[in-house]
């Protein structure tokens, strides 16, 4: 038995493999590149009439002429033409005519035993040519080698033939040369059609005034997509390979503008790299000046920022000074293996991913609503980032065209993953988790992540260049990029926000009200209106006697309005005074409710905590039952005891020591651990909330709270040698929501705990983490509203010094990061407050925590 083959499979093959028009050009402009092409002319023409043979690259024989004007009988031609290295008759019948030839997958081989790096071949499955078909019915193939000296082969393809008979001889030409040099000339005709192509958007009419410009012709959408991303158009040296389009002999727009991609909001980027023997990704987030002006807009809202707004060379200057801030947080860097460690499913992925490093990606992120758009064009021009004649119109083309990650080997695309068609890193999918403001949208991103996989041994496409092969590099390049793009680049885009929103604070522009701030002046707002409403009710008063009086026909009537008019010329200013003051203050208010409303957009956060908090406490009441039910077995040592005799009784003493002895113990730590759930569940039951009781304020005594903490925490205080001391607080007292003192402090000495252990570990050592004398936690009183805590910790590390705040941030592992999320947002929600002071601890490191409260009935 043998196989046959059908003459349906060059069909197959060539227009069902090769799934678009627009993959069918560049495997075809793909293999000008393989053969060493530094110039490719792309000809659309009309008919063969409109043809300017002055425009091709090589002198055009007339028996090539006269052979297309045959074939196309005056319907429209495509000429795809190259300066490569040509093909002679062999190469033409054994490379060009041979279905899956091998030819460059030798070469390839041949380059890597060589170590040359010269030149990547593209190509490798001897396929590409079939696609051909999608373009045209017939194919006429011109090419010149320099191995050929004085002829040209010129063979003509009909299609249609070879899908009824694969013996059928393509009729072939040897013609004489008209140059030496090397070439090849791809002739299409019949059923081509423009209209996939080209987008000719000139006027049907042309002033005779006009002044003559650029044609106003351009690729489509996916042939310019296709075309623009072939060859990376991120890279900073430029190839020397060059595709030049032409309509009727006209020049086709066809560039990647750079300019455009200028106009980014933030560049988010990625690299995995050896270094000293170790492997490392590091994680960068550049901001440009009109997000910082973006995020104002958000914070402010349209109609308070056009008052609040400031120029673009003031957003810039902001970038500049605080930019040691923003680049310790904006950046990371992490051994590889230990980041892989961290993520599920990616520990085994290292060897994979480490075979086709360096990796690297770069994503440039926009925003496409008109207002947002326009305001980071205008700022990119005050700034010089891009040319005064930029436009909405040309960033949104630019986005139509080139939107997704696309995925490079060195310089040149693989597959067509990024396209629209194809989210790969299911950046869509993951706008469903967590705040879509901080994920990217497919729609508004365009970005490139290059592999090192030279000679194409690790990361191949699929036939239809749909796809990758499926292979261990494959699925680890995926995974560990789609975490990347979807968890890291996800907090770092979080960072940016709160890191910049906490500037504009400080800088002023932006409000930190609260909402018994709001309270204060909406109540200032209403005793303003009731002055403003008792000058009004003079004034219509006086306006009623004037009315009454309005003749004037009288000398007691002139008295009565001039005796009016005395009164009320000290009412005028006070009435005039009395309004602006009223404008004024509901002006802050609208600030106020503004600054508000953004903050209710981090109640996600807060819904999400709420949730997890609803599940805690049932899953903790439910601890409780079991608590209660297993007091009933307090007298399990009785027991023990007994089976400890009789079996001492019977000389089994080494089964006691083998089996019940070990159960004993395990008893023995249950009990314990049960002991102190019970203990430490009384403790948080009084910060549940109830029906009834969630506005409720009581007066905290600082004393017993830190009292109740030592009882509580007795064991693990013990087990770190670590003192809680709280000096001079007895009898002092705050007056706050019931419970909330135990929620802050208790995550205060949690951390303090965690991170006293980490020094102690680390003193064993390093000698500058010794400590002199015994570790402590330290509360101490600064004012009747204000207490600091410290420890004898760490201390907090740089890069989270100004980020602790933040939700997600955490510098243990595996931590969640939103313990001082949840307390700051607690202190303020009642009008308190923490933050981190400026004094530093023995490491360098700030340690102190200043926490207030500003209530007026404290007592």
Do not use: C
Not at 270 to 276: A, E, H, P
């Amino acid at each position: 038995m043998k196989f046959e083959y059908s003459p349906r499979i060059l069909a197959q093959l060539g227009t069902e493999l090769i799934t678009s028009d627009e993959v069918a050009f560049t495997e075809l402009l793909k293999n000008a590149y393989d053969a060493k092409a530094t110039v490719v002319n792309v000809h659309f023409l009309e008919s063969i009439d409109k043809l300017d043979v002055a425009k091709l690259l090589t002198p055009l024989p007339d028996d090539v002429l006269a052979a297309v004007k045959a074939a196309s009988n005056k319907a429209p031609v495509i000429i795809i033409e190259d300066n490569g290295k040509g093909m002679d008759y062999n190469e033409l019948q054994n490379g060009f005519f041979k279905v899956g030839s091998d030819l460059k997958e030798q070469q390839k081989r041949k380059d890597e035993n060589d170590g040359s790096t010269e030149k990547m071949i593209l190509g490798d499955k001897g396929l590409g040519r079939l696609s051909s078909q999608r373009l045209a019915a017939t194919l006429l193939v011109e090419t010149s080698s320099k191995g050929e000296k004085d002829l040209l082969n010129l063979v003509t393809v009909n299609w249609s033939k070879f899908a009824k008979d694969l013996d059928e001889d393509a009729p072939e030409l040897r013609i004489k040369k008209l140059t030496s040099l090397p070439y090849t000339r791809l002739w299409f005709t019949g059923g081509v059609n423009f209209s996939k192509f080209i987008d000719d958007r000139r006027p049907e009419q042309i002033s005779m005034f006009e002044e003559p410009g650029e044609p106003e012709i351009y690729l489509q959408e996916k042939l310019q997509s296709s075309v623009s991303f072939l060859y990376s158009p991120f890279e900073q040296e430029e190839d020397d390979f060059k595709i030049n389009f032409f309509l009727n002999g006209l020049h086709v727009q066809s560039s990647f503008h750079n300019d455009s991609i200028k106009v980014a909001e933030t560049i988010h980027s990625f690299s995995l790299n050896r270094k000293g023997g170790k492997s490392y990704l590091e994680l960068e987030l550049q901001l440009k000046p009109w997000y910082v002006e973006m995020i104002h807009l958000r914070l402010l809202g349209k109609n308070l920022f056009k008052e609040r707004q400031r120029d673009a060379a003031f957003y810039e200057s902001l970038l500049e000074k605080y930019q040691d801030r923003l680049q310790s947080n904006l950046s990371r860097k992490m051994k590889l293996e230990d980041y892989l460690e961290s993520k599920q499913g990616l520990s085994q992925a290292r060897q994979a991913i480490e075979q086709i490093m360096p990796v690297e990606g770069k994503v440039y992120a926009f925003h496409r609503e008109a207002f947002r758009l326009n305001l980071a064009i205008n700022s990119a021009k005050a700034t010089g980032a891009i040319e005064k004649t930029g436009n909405m119109a040309a960033i949104r083309d630019f986005l139509n065209y080139h939107n997704g990650i696309k995925l490079y080997r060195d310089k040149f695309r693989i597959a067509n993953l990024g396209d629209k068609e194809s989210d790969w890193l299911s950046l869509q999918q993951a706008r469903t988790r967590g705040q879509q403001f901080f994920r990217f949208e497919l729609g508004n991103v365009v970005g490139y992540i290059k592999i090192n996989d030279f000679y194409q041994n690790f990361i191949k496409e699929i036939s239809s260049r749909q796809e990758l092969v499926e292979s261990l590099n494959a699925i680890a390049l995926k995974r560990i990029v789609q975490a990347i793009f979807n968890d890291d680049f996800y907090q770092l885009s979080t960072s940016a926000y709160y890191l910049v929103r906490d500037i504009l604070i400080e800088e002023g522009l932006v409000r930190n009200n609260t909402p018994k701030e709001l309270k204060q002046q909406v109540d200032e707002s209403e005793a303003l209106l009731q002055e403003t409403l008792k000058s009004l009710a003079v004034f219509q008063a006086a306006f009623k006697d004037i009315k009454d009086n309005i003749h004037l026909n009288s000398d007691d009537s002139i008295q009565k309005v001039r005796k009016i008019l005395l009164e009320l010329e000290g009412q005028d200013s006070s009435l005039s005074d009395s309004i602006n003051n009223s404008i004024s203050t509901l002006k802050n208010a609208k600030e106020t409710l503004t600054v508000i409303e953004e903050r209710q957009r981090d109640s996600y956060n807060n819904y999400k905590l709420m949730a997890n908090g609803l599940i805690t406490e049932v899953m903790t009441h439910e601890l409780h039952s079991i608590l209660l039910n297993t007091k009933s077995g307090e007298g399990y040592q009785a027991h023990i005891a007994s089976l400890k005799n009789y079996l001492f009784d019977q000389n089994q003493v080494k089964r006691y020591n083998e089996e019940l002895k070990p159960v004993a113990a395990q008893l023995d730590f249950l009990h314990t651990r049960i002991t102190e759930l019970d203990v430490f569940y009384n403790f948080l039951e009084s910060t549940f909330i109830r029906q009834g009781t969630s506005d409720d304020f009581e007066h905290e005594d600082f004393g017993a709270l830190l009292e109740g903490f030592k009882k509580r925490l007795d064991t693990r205080l013990k087990d770190s040698k670590t003192m809680i001391v709280y000096d001079g607080l007895k009898d002092y007292t705050w007056y706050v929501p019931k419970g909330t003192l135990t929620h802050v402090f208790y995550n205060l000495i949690d951390n303090s705990l965690h991170w006293i252990g980490e020094r102690q570990k680390r003193s064993a050592y390093d000698q500058s983490y010794k400590l002199d004398g015994r570790d402590f936690i330290r509360i101490e009183k600064v004012d009747d509203y204000t207490v600091n805590y410290y420890d004898s910790g760490t201390g907090v590390q740089d890069d989270l010094q100004y980020t602790l705040f933040h939700p997600f941030k955490s510098g243990k592992e595996n931590g969640r990061g939103m313990g001082l999320y949840i307390v700051k947002n607690l202190l303020e929600s009642f009008g308190g407050s923490i933050n981190l002071l400026p004094d530093l601890n023995s490491q360098g490191n700030r340690y102190i925590f200043s926490i207030s409260i500003q209530n007026d009935e404290q007592a």
